[in-house]
């Protein structure tokens, strides 16, 4: 049994999509639906529609992938609209929201708010790839800032989705920021920032956007990401969820997820490079896990991460 709460949202399944990869059109949000994904989560969405960057702007290697996507999305209202008809896969249906201002995202919060059948927004305070834009994340004031109005509109679920932090005290600062709001899950980790992936043969970046510095996930993050989950689920306070996104591309992977504390975990790289069939393999992976340790649920290791 892998069933799970994000919040005060119930799941079938502990594994689901990261924001990003393939669930930015309608077709990719229905092949969602129809996987094994345990919910429906949408690319980060801003006021208006955007067509991103450059190409070309996603790479991926064995060790995994960089991008400098820069948002192209179809806008928050697309996918307020397909809210409704999502709800025939019987999951989640999760909002992505990334406002290129405080003022955008409050726009589209309180619209969001008066919308029906969605279970839950993600508010995505960490993304790298917009020049001239700061990831919000980094800026400690500048999330208390944030939090203060957002947390106003509070009829759905709100998470927020984080940068990976390096330095403990950064985990506690922010710890101690989020543990003031009605925040209901908190999604550790958005990609390495601005990272640098080069070709050696040609000599040149692989991506065009930013001279080639771009976010960077897969198997170069899943120690980052392992630490970030663990440290939030150690600091924030215990009725917030921590879901965890960072390097997960079997079941193992899921697993040292939740013996950190994520209460679910989403695919991002290895989605991107498998497509929808990865949330069944992964699921069985885990099952199959499981059954060797006799564990019957999540909740009999989640969070149980043994010191030497
Ligand atoms: C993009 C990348 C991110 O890591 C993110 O959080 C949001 C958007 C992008 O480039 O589209």
């Given at each position: 049994?892998?069933?799970?709460?994000?919040?005060?949202?119930?799941?079938?399944?502990?594994?689901?999509?990261?924001?990003?990869?393939?669930?930015?059109?309608?077709?990719?949000?229905?092949?969602?639906?129809?996987s094994f994904s345990a919910a429906i989560l949408t690319k980060s969405s801003t006021l208006e529609l955007r067509t991103g960057n450059p190409s070309p702007r996603y790479f991926e290697n064995e060790l995994g992938s960089i991008n400098s996507m820069g948002l192209p999305n179809q806008g928050y209202q697309f996918y307020a609209d397909l809210a409704t008809s999502m709800q025939q896969y019987n999951k989640p249906y999760f909002i992505s929201v990334a406002g290129l201002s405080l003022e955008n995202n409050l726009v589209m919060l309180k619209h969001l708010n008066?919308?029906?059948?969605?279970?839950?927004?993600?508010?995505?305070?960490?993304?790298?790839?917009?020049?001239?834009?700061?990831?919000?994340?980094?800026?400690?004031?500048?999330?208390?800032?944030?939090?203060?109005?957002?947390?106003?509109?509070?009829?759905?679920?709100?998470?927020?989705?984080?940068?990976?932090?390096?330095?403990?005290?950064?985990?506690?600062?922010?710890?101690?920021?989020?543990?003031?709001?009605?925040?209901?899950?908190?999604?550790?980790?958005?990609?390495?920032?601005?990272g640098l992936v080069i070709d050696v043969n040609t000599e040149q970046v692989v991506i065009k956007p930013k001279n080639g510095f771009g976010g960077v996930g897969g198997d170069y993050i899943k120690p980052t990401a392992l630490a970030n989950v663990r440290q939030f689920y150690l600091l924030l306070r215990d009725d917030i969820d921590i879901i965890g996104?960072?390097?997960?591309?079997?079941?193992?992977?899921?697993?040292?997820?939740?013996?950190?504390?994520?209460?679910?975990?989403?695919?991002?790289?290895?989605?991107?490079?498998?497509?929808?069939?990865?949330?069944?393999r992964i699921e069985k992976e885990l099952k199959n896990l499981m059954a060797q340790k006799n564990y019957q649920s999540i909740d009999d290791f989640k969070g149980k991460l043994q010191s030497i």
């Open positions: 049994n892998l069933s799970t709460t994000v919040g005060a949202v119930s799941l079938n399944s502990c594994i689901y999509n990261a924001s990003g990869p393939k669930c930015t059109t309608k077709e990719e949000l229905e092949n969602i639906g129809k008066q919308v029906d059948n969605i279970d839950a927004i993600e508010l995505n305070l960490s993304c790298p790839n917009v020049p001239g834009k700061p990831q919000t994340g980094y800026d400690f004031e500048r999330t208390q800032q944030v939090l203060d109005q957002v947390c106003k509109f509070d009829r759905h679920s709100l998470g927020i989705k984080l940068p990976p932090y390096f330095d403990l005290i950064h985990f506690r600062q922010m710890a101690d920021i989020i543990n003031q709001y009605p925040i209901k899950f908190v999604t550790c980790v958005n990609s390495i920032g601005n996104s960072g390097g997960a591309k079997n079941g193992s992977d899921v697993f040292e997820h939740i013996l950190c504390g994520a209460s679910a975990v989403q695919i991002g790289t290895q989605y991107m490079r498998e497509g929808a069939n990865c949330f069944e």
